[in-house]
Every structure is written in structure tokens, then in C-alpha cells.
């Protein structure tokens, strides 16, 4: 089943394909639901492996919310596998754009780039920790070699 979850703003991004011939699958999610406790629990714990050193400013937040990547949350909650399209954030290059330069200390081990490698951490977070078990960690990527606006 194929579903797209948007949050507020979210469809006028859509493509005008995506809205004629997929409208059926989009999922509508509101405010409360994505700044609710369970998901900026999981917003923080991400954070701590994906924000690092200099990223790390007091408006790491609402850098992650330009991204809209807390509805990536609601993908892979529950998914039993996921499989990824996205670009791999170049070492040295910061996680929000993909563009500034950093201490290549501080890109993520994980180091897939944009709301997607949120997604990614999120689906990884279940497994660490002593949470779910690591074997049971199904998580595919294919990297289409850059950044969107490369």
C-alpha cells in the first residue's frame, strides 16, 4: 500500500502528477501529532547521533523542521523493512543542506542526506539500545549520487 504522509504545507510540494494520480494515498497528519511527545523523544535521541559538534546550535530544531523530516517518522515506525532513494552527505559537509563545510568529525555516521537520512536514523534507532532485535534490521539504500540541486 502506498501512502505519502504530509504535514502541514506539505502537499503544495507535491507534483502535480503526485496529486492527480496519487491523491488517494496521501495522509494527512496534524500539528499535535508531529511536535507530540513520542515523536520529539524520538526527534532528540536521533539527534544525538546525526547533530554534532558545531551543527549542534540552538536552532538545530527548526533546521530539522525546514527539512520536514518528523513526517519521515511516522514511515518507518512500524515498517518491517525499508527501502531508500536518497544522496549520501559528503564527509565534511554539514547534514542540513549538504552544502557548508564542517569538521568531517561531525557527519553522521549514518550518513544519508536530507529528511530520508532522518528516516533512516529513526528506522536504525529501533535497533539500538536494546530495542528491537539488530537482525531484524532490514534497511536498503540505493544512492542516486548526489544531492537534489547538484
Avoid at 72 to 93: I, M, P
Wanted: charged residues 30%.
Amino acid at each position: 500500500r502506498l501512502v505519502h504522509f504530509l504535514g502541514p504545507g506539505d502537499e503544495e510540494w507535491a507534483s502535480a502528477k503526485a496529486r492527480e494520480t496519487q491523491r488517494h494515498a496521501f495522509e494527512h497528519v496534524d500539528r499535535d501529532l508531529l511536535e507530540g511527545k513520542l515523536l520529539s523523544e524520538a526527534l532528540e535521541k536521533a539527534g544525538e547521533r546525526r547533530v554534532l559538534g558545531s551543527q549542534r546550535t540552538p536552532d538545530w530544531r527548526a533546521r530539522v523542521a525546514e527539512m520536514a523530516a518528523r513526517r519521515n517518522f511516522l514511515q518507518v515506525r512500524c515498517a518491517d523493512a525499508v527501502y531508500v532513494v536518497g544522496w549520501r552527505l559528503e564527509q565534511g559537509k554539514d547534514q542540513f543542506t549538504g552544502r557548508c563545510d564542517i569538521d568531517p568529525r561531525e557527519t553522521p555516521v549514518l550518513d544519508v542526506g536530507g529528511g530520508t537520512g532522518w528516516a533512516c536514523q529513526w528506522y536504525a534507532d529501533r535497533f539500538s539500545d536494546g530495542g528491537e532485535d539488530p537482525a531484524q534490521c532490514r534497511l536498503f539504500f540505493f544512492d542516486d549520487a548526489g544531492p537534489p540541486w547538484a
